[in-house]
């Protein structure tokens, strides 16, 4: 047989790790090029990987909620036939582990076809920087013939010195959902191994040897969505939650925006009672059917057209180079709220689109980003962004830049309010807009006319056409 290894890919720009949220196939599977077999999550998005060879599924080398670094393997496929080897050292002792996954309830059971195993159990393997790598000695029930007595030591792969609880993955999981020590556990399991019913009594309401206060009965699910943060320890005052992936990521990237570039922010509040209505006229146009039109369509299209009347807006500062770097191009970027955090994908040459186009960009951006499938791609190369408070009832905000960029909007709520329309107070729809900019390469007059601009385009609509 002939084994090949799949290494995790770099799949943005300098990422350096990736969390395994996901694997979609199981040791004994069999893989063609170009199928998707894992689903992770860097700092920028969630991203399925697809195989690049033919072959069947020999080991995998990490447990679903690691983090590995780019460039460590994380999947061995056998692409020369021929049966599957055994481990380097104690060939057999997987052979309870497999029976004992085979009779574990239904919730734990792997998806239908598929011969369950115990990802992450085996002899010691090599280390990495975060975690211990761990190879697995398991296989099917059906490859194990002639079974040697098991030593539980061994099970996880580090000898018989090793204090560490034997556990499956998704027990692991649930222990750390729940913020249960698993060193704290009994273990009622064949051969010594922890199961979820002695992680949820060790979780119940009783007196247990572990710092914080045991989670109530009604705990989160086991197998929580990749979307939402797992605590790892929880108690009646406070939950913890680690800080990964995109949070993290956004987290850095703030932070190094706030306190690199010396951000000014201007405010105008006006009257958009006139795009409010034009909106509405969209609405029923024919050019327009079966589109999604609301404000923020107006208002993206409206910063097209004042960029392209101030077009010093659109750049960004070159430290490096200590040059400033004018983009003739608008990649549009609307920050979305989403369950794995803030995101910022943007539209690719959004000042070449018509309306029409730039709302089917907007509604594909939207679902896309709702669905947690954003690529890495889709939130790099941003010019200019947009960022609708608004939408949470927030009259306006002082927006941080995003990284790389020479300013950003803040859109916030309309309301009805009474506004001197005609020489007479008359109520009207009132909206504020907020604009943050970098002051070392846009000044008070060039952001002041740029806010001016959009606000009299959408003050008079009309002005789309005229200025455009």
Known sequence: MTIREFKMPDVGEGLTEAEILKWYVQPGDTVTDGQVVIEVETAKAAVELPIPFDGTVHELLFPEGTTVDVGQVIISVNVGGGAEPEAP???????????????????????????????GYGVAASSTKRRARKTTAAAPAAEVAAPAPVVPEQLNGHGPATDRPLAK????????????????????????????????????????????????AAAPAPVAAPAAPTAVASDARETRVPIKGVRKATAAAMVGSAFTAPHVTEFVTFDITRTMKLVEELKSDKDMAGLRVNPLLLIAKAVLVAVKRNPEINAAWDEAAQEIVLKHYVNLGIAAATPRGLIVPNIKDAHAQTLPELSKSLSELVATAREGKTTPSAMQGGTFTITNVGVFGVDTGTPILNPGESAILAVGAIKLQPWVHKGKVKPRQVTTLALSFDHRLVDGELGSKFLADIAAILENPKRLITWA
């Open 169 to 216: 993955p998704p027990v692991r999981k649930l222990a750390k959902d729940l913020g249960v020590d698993l060193a704290t556990v009994t273990p009622t399991g064949p051969d010594g191994i922890i199961t979820r019913e002695d992680v949820h009594a060790a979780a119940a309401p009783a007196p247990a040897p572990v710092v914080e206060a045991p989670a109530p």
């Open 89 to 119: 050292a104690a060939p057999a002792v997987a052979a309870a582990p497999a029976q004992e996954t085979v009779a574990e309830p239904a919730a734990e059971a792997e998806p239908e076809g598929r011969q369950p195993v115990l990802v």
